[in-house]
Antibody, heavy 120, light 106 residues
Framework: QVLLQESGPGLVKPSETLSLTCAVS????????WSWIRQAPGKGLEWVGY???????DYNPSLQSRVTMSVDTSNNHLSVKLTSVTAADTAVYYC??????????????WGQGTTVTVSS | DIQMTQSPSSLSASVGDRVTITCRAS??????LNWYQQKPGKAPKLLIY???SLQSGVPSRFRGSGSGTDFTLTISSLQPEDFATYYC?????????FGQGTKLEI
């Protein structure tokens, strides 16, 4: 059973860099694609990006200049960094596994999410 | 970018009711449409992928249909645990995008 667990600082100051990790247990990280999604308080879901098993990434253009996703296969965890944060980046951040069926994909396993507040 | 629009934004129903939620894409996405359920304080859960394929472990009262630009999620007989917010998501191209959500209330 694959489990995902996000972690990181709950509070980040404006203009600083938000750094989160997602520990993957129960299966090899290299066999799948991975994604980060965020949800601002009381709002809907926003796709942050995908990380492919070959290390390639696909970011939401709205965040592309500020976001970096990476994978550490030796420790089986994912990371996301978001630079120059503002209050608009306050959200619950989820990591999720991307399941693939032919040309179709969906987010089939999610972490429980970690809350990040941007405030001075 | 593809815009996903759900209707209604909220819906009141009772246990045993049949309910339908609609999702419309701003351009054709074939069958590249997923549905998720989210309960308060919890992560979303995948219900349907590829417009009509039921994710493993999801009750058969959930049914997805549609193709092109118009899609529906139907719950045939509401159970108490079904009251939640539902999101559609397109997986046709990047950036993947979600609908704004439909809150299903008692």
């Amino acid at each position: 059973q694959v489990l995902l667990q996000e972690s990181g600082p709950g509070l980040v100051k404006p203009s600083e860099t938000l750094s989160l990790t997602c520990a993957v247990s129960g299966g090899p990280i290299s066999d799948y694609y991975w994604s980060w999604i965020r949800q601002a308080p009381g709002k809907g879901l926003e796709w942050v990006g995908y990380m492919f098993s070959n290390g390639n990434t696909d970011y939401n253009p709205s965040l592309q200049s500020r976001v970096t996703m990476s994978v550490d296969t030796s420790n089986n965890h994912l990371s996301v960094k978001l630079t120059s944060v503002t209050a608009a980046d306050t959200a619950v951040y989820y990591c999720a596994r991307v399941a693939v069926w032919g040309s179709y994909d969906a987010l089939d396993i999610w972490g429980q999410g970690t809350t990040v507040t941007v405030s001075s | 970018d593809i815009q996903m629009t759900q209707s209604p934004s909220s819906l009141s129903a009772s246990v045993g009711d049949r309910v339908t939620i609609t999702c419309r894409a701003s351009q054709s996405i074939s069958s590249y449409l997923n549905w998720y359920q989210q309960k308060p304080g919890k992560a979303p859960k995948l219900l349907i992928y590829a417009a009509s394929s039921l994710q493993s472990g999801v009750p058969s009262r959930f049914r997805g249909s549609g193709s092109g630009t118009d899609f529906t999620l139907t719950i045939s007989s509401l159970q108490p645990e079904d009251f939640a917010t539902y999101y559609c998501q397109q997986s046709f191209n990047s950036p993947r995008s979600f609908g704004q959500g439909t809150k299903l209330e008692i």
